[in-house]
């Protein structure tokens, strides 16, 4: 009995080693795969600072981008008021609408005057008509230069 246990305990762990073996057979026979270069991208310079236009974006929503960028500093008055708060910049497609596209921009360093706190996002989304859509009111104090009390 003991030496029949000992036999089905190989059969059964001799195919799962065989397998092992072939896979890694297969995978050392594989080609090496080539990495192609990322595709270049183009970018925009939002407030001094360039910011690349993601590959996925539509272009109808990268001109748009391209279009505000040069204005925004005139739009948001509050961005010179408060440079230090001003962290990286993105460029996204939004998932609310069929039709727009966000600048995101991480906050840095806080603004207590308008309660702005260090690591908040606030996405700037830039309509069709050339304006800008802002949700948050902390972001919208921000863009204005006013406080939101």
């Given at each position: 009995?003991?030496?029949?246990?000992?036999?089905?305990?190989?059969?059964?762990?001799?195919?799962?080693?065989?397998?092992?073996?072939?896979?890694?057979?297969?995978?050392?026979?594989?080609?090496?795969?080539?990495?192609?270069?990322?595709?270049?991208?183009?970018?925009?310079?939002?407030?001094?600072?360039?910011?690349?236009?993601?590959?996925?974006?539509?272009?109808?929503?990268?001109?748009?981008?391209?279009?505000?960028?040069?204005?925004?500093?005139?739009?948001?008055?509050?961005?010179?008021?408060h440079p230090?708060?001003?962290?990286e910049?993105?460029?996204?497609?939004?998932?609310?609408?069929?039709?727009?596209?966000?600048?995101?921009?991480?906050?840095?360093?806080?603004?207590p005057?308008?309660?702005?706190?260090?690591?908040?996002?606030?996405?700037?989304?830039?309509?069709?008509?050339?304006?800008?859509?802002?949700?948050?009111?902390?972001?919208?104090?921000?863009?204005?230069?006013?406080?939101?009390?």
């Amino acid at each position: 009995m003991k030496s029949l246990i000992v036999f089905v305990v190989l059969v059964a762990a001799m195919p799962c080693a065989a397998l092992a073996a072939t896979w890694d057979d297969m995978l050392k026979d594989q080609p090496a795969v080539e990495q192609s270069a990322p595709a270049e991208s183009t970018s925009v310079n939002i407030l001094g600072k360039p910011v690349a236009l993601p590959p996925s974006l539509k272009p109808s929503y990268g001109e748009r981008v391209q279009n505000v960028a040069p204005n925004l500093a005139s739009m948001c008055p509050g961005f010179a008021a408060h440079p230090q708060a001003l962290g990286e910049w993105s460029i996204l497609s939004t998932i609310t609408s069929d039709d727009g596209v966000m600048l995101q921009v991480r906050i840095a360093k806080p603004v207590p005057q308008i309660k702005l706190p260090a690591g908040a996002n606030c996405f700037y989304e830039v309509l069709p008509n050339g304006t800008l859509g802002i949700a948050k009111s902390y972001c919208q104090s921000l863009c204005s230069g006013k406080s939101n009390k």
